[in-house]
């Protein structure tokens, strides 16, 4: 049986780290099965227990999977009543793993009235714990599986407090030696009583998590309905742009300006899917996706009124920016997306702090957006490279250069590519650096590809207000 200590602690380690929010994020599934491995073991030990002699370390392991069991169970109800901060998940796995470790420990290493005593302040701070955790996530649902939680675990603290109690009193009154064969049995009569009460509590959890997927499943569907509105708001706007374009043009390839729609409403479709899919995720991701959503349909919205207002007689509307402080809130974003395709982004403002120009900020961010996705798809191909986006401030004008470290563009293609519909990609529609030197104009600047000895370097130059 010299095996049956170490292979236990290793087994139950890769367990705490994997499914009680350690390496993995909290989860129902991941919660589910660690509720279910701990309970499960614990009846198998204790079953071993009574089987083969009571071996000591066989009892005190089904004591510390039913305490893991009951740790966690803790933080699991808190995950339920409110979303848990990642650091707070790791603090939470790590805690569960650590208090297991230390009531083995003890069961292992105190006897008597000492274990007694250690073991029942330990377990009653434990279940109150957790009954206070289970009438919090009552009063916050009002759902019928939280009040049977809180009933059973505070009727098994109950229950443990008067046991525990009577048992130490009847051992310091000297009425049942703590040593003695009657001590023993009446400690095997109680883990009945206390395994009974500690099977309902499963029970009831097993009640809120089947509630929770329930929850669960209805607030995806609903997202999911939500998002699909959504692009069907945008699709209606994007036909009444195109409308509007081919009652104003004889050219019929200002249709296709919707291009420009096509990275926020592909964002929005594939986080659609991935909330639409079977796989389950915790609170903290549906949050980071449904703010991935509301980001790229306000995007959504602000290109398609900033490409009409190209092709309206009205002017786009202008306020005065601080050209760095918009650079760097762009570019913080950017750094981001640009990671993970193995390009680098770096920014320079050079000169001033405070450059101010006469812009509207949505088109602005097109441009410079166009200009370095056009950067990192030809970087891309070469497997990874930089793009540096520099400010220099002249008298009354400032340059916005975006340079990348690729093989280059070749002079006769400077011009070129700003036509409508030409372009260096072979699945490319001609419309983005277009449409960005529209923009330029309209804001009494220019777009131009400026030469180098290597690499690409597109410049947007500006003029510069008054302070």
């Known amino acids: 049986m010299n095996w049956v200590l170490p292979l236990s602690l290793l087994a139950f380690t890769g367990l705490c780290f994997r499914t009680a929010g350690i390496a993995c994020a909290f989860s129902l599934q991941r919660s589910a099965v660690f509720l279910f491995i701990t309970a499960l073991s614990t009846a198998l ?7 083969f ?93 939280p009040l049977m939680l809180a009933l059973v675990v505070t009727a098994h603290g109950l229950s443990e407090l008067v046991a525990r109690g009577a048992m130490l009193w009847r051992g310091f ?13 009446a400690m095997l009569d109680w883990m009945w ?19 929770a997927l329930s929850q669960d499943k209805a607030r995806l569907e609903q997202m999911v309905s939500q998002v699909e509105d959504m692009l069907q708001e945008k699709m209606s706007m994007v036909m ?16 296709s300006l919707a291009h ?21 995720m915790s609170r903290e991701e549906e949050s980071q996706v449904l703010q991935d959503i509301l980001r790229d349909n306000q995007r ?18 202008l306020t005065r920016l601080n050209l760095p402080d918009v650079l760097e809130r762009w570019a913080a974003h950017q750094t981001k997306v640009l990671h993970p395709v193995g390009v680098g982004m770096t920014l320079n403002l050079r000169n001033q702090a405070e450059v101010l120009v006469l812009a509207n900020v949505v088109q602005l961010e097109m441009v ?71 923009i330029a104009q309209m804001h009494r600047g220019h777009l131009g590809c400026v030469a180098r000895p290597e690499g690409t370097c597109m410049r947007l130059t500006l003029p510069r207000e008054l302070a």
């Open 45 to 51: 030990f204790y079953g071993a227990y009574r089987m």
């Open 53 to 145: 002699g009571e071996p000591l370390v066989l009892g005190a392991l089904a004591k510390m999977m039913g305490e893991a069991n009951y740790v966690f169970l803790g933080f699991f109800i808190r995950s339920q009543r409110k979303v848990l901060p990642r650091s707070v998940e790791i603090w939470g796995g790590t805690t569960v793993w650590l208090w297991s470790l230390i009531h083995l420990t003890l069961n292992l290493t105190l006897t008597g009235v000492a274990q007694m005593v250690v073991m029942t302040v330990q377990v009653l701070v434990l279940i109150a714990w957790v009954a206070y955790e289970a009438w919090l996530l009552w009063r916050a649902q009002r759902s019928a599986m």
């Open 173 to 185: 009154q000297g009425s049942l030696a703590l040593n003695a064969p009657g001590w023993t049995d």
């Open 193 to 211: 009583v206390t395994f009974f009460l500690g099977f309902m509590a499963q029970l009831a959890t097993a009640g809120v998590v089947a509630s």
């Open 240 to 255: 009444s742009l195109l409308a509007s374009n081919a009652a104003r043009e004889t050219d019929p390839q200002l249709a």
């Open 260 to 280: 420009e729609l096509r990275q926020p409403l592909g964002a929005i479709q594939l986080n659609a899917e991935y909330l639409a899919s079977t796989q389950r």
């Open 300 to 317: 959504a919205v602000s290109i398609v009124q900033g490409v009409r207002n190209l092709f309206v007689q009205h002017s786009a509307q």
């Open 368 to 438: 410079l957006q166009n200009l370095v996705n056009n950067a990192a798809e030809e970087l891309s191909l070469q497997g990874g490279g930089k793009i540096e986006v520099t400010m220099i401030a002249q008298d009354r004008l400032v340059h916005v250069d975006v340079v990348d470290s690729g093989s280059g563009l070749p002079a006769d293609l400077h011009e070129k590519v700003f036509e409508m519909s030409y372009s260096t990609k072979s699945h490319g529609m001609g419309l983005g650096l277009w449409l960005s030197r529209r």
